[in-house]
């Protein structure tokens, strides 16, 4: 009878064995999933983020140095360029995970509209939103991490 109940321990504990690897195993996995998912995410993100800034940029420039002028071959690039503004907003708004960056995109979307159209000369009302725009778009690809010098974990 005792070398049967050591028989029986031995494939209790094994089994017991196996099935805490394989939950070991399975946590491993989803956690890599997540690693990775993240790291697609930012991807994905960095260069919406990137275009819609760029395009940001230009719209900027050019409206800055606007000719006075309505109808003129500068304002239908402009315009273009505003349209492709906003589909690259809309971008943002589809990779974005976090609803302060669809915002920030869209108000810093809507203040560079309104500088190209000339409902507001002074360019100074863009920075609060574009500051607030690339914190949206960090806080969303780095979540729980500030910007600035304090954004690398300690350790």
Same mark, same amino acid.
């Given at each position: 009878?005792?070398?049967?109940?050591?028989?029986?321990?031995?494939?209790?504990?094994? +089994? %017991? %064995? $196996?099935?805490?690897?394989?939950?070991?195993?399975? *946590?491993?996995?989803?956690?890599?999933?997540?690693? !990775?998912?993240?790291?697609?995410? *930012?991807?994905?993100?960095?260069?919406?983020?990137?275009?819609?800034? +760029?395009?940001?940029?230009?719209?900027?420039?050019?409206?800055?140095?606007?000719?006075?002028? *309505?109808?003129?071959?500068?304002?239908?690039?402009?315009?273009?360029?505003? @349209?492709?503004?906003?589909?690259?907003?809309?971008?943002?708004?589809?990779?974005?995970?976090?609803?302060?960056?669809?915002?920030?995109?869209?108000?810093?979307?809507?203040?560079?509209?309104?500088?190209?159209?000339?409902?507001?000369?002074?360019? $100074?009302?863009?920075?609060?939103? !574009?500051? !607030?725009?690339?914190?949206? +778009?960090?806080? @969303?690809?780095?979540? %729980?991490?500030? *910007?600035?010098?304090?954004?690398?974990? $300690?350790?």
């Amino acid at each position: 009878m005792g070398p049967a109940l050591f028989s029986l321990a031995g494939v209790v504990l094994g +089994a %017991g %064995g $196996s099935l805490f690897g394989q939950y070991l195993v399975s *946590r491993v996995s989803a956690r890599q999933l997540d690693v !990775q998912e993240s790291a697609a995410h *930012r991807a994905e993100l960095k260069g919406a983020v990137l275009k819609f800034v +760029a395009l940001a940029s230009k719209v900027e420039k050019r409206a800055s140095t606007h000719p006075e002028g *309505r109808g003129t071959e500068a304002d239908a690039a402009l315009g273009r360029l505003v @349209d492709d503004l906003w589909l690259a907003q809309a971008e943002i708004d589809l990779a974005a995970r976090s609803e302060p960056l669809r915002g920030a995109a869209y108000r810093y979307a809507s203040r560079l509209a309104e500088v190209a159209g000339g409902e507001t000369a002074d360019t $100074s009302v863009l920075r609060g939103p !574009q500051v !607030q725009f690339m914190d949206a +778009a960090y806080g @969303d690809m780095w979540p %729980g991490r500030r *910007r600035g010098g304090d954004a690398r974990p $300690s350790g």
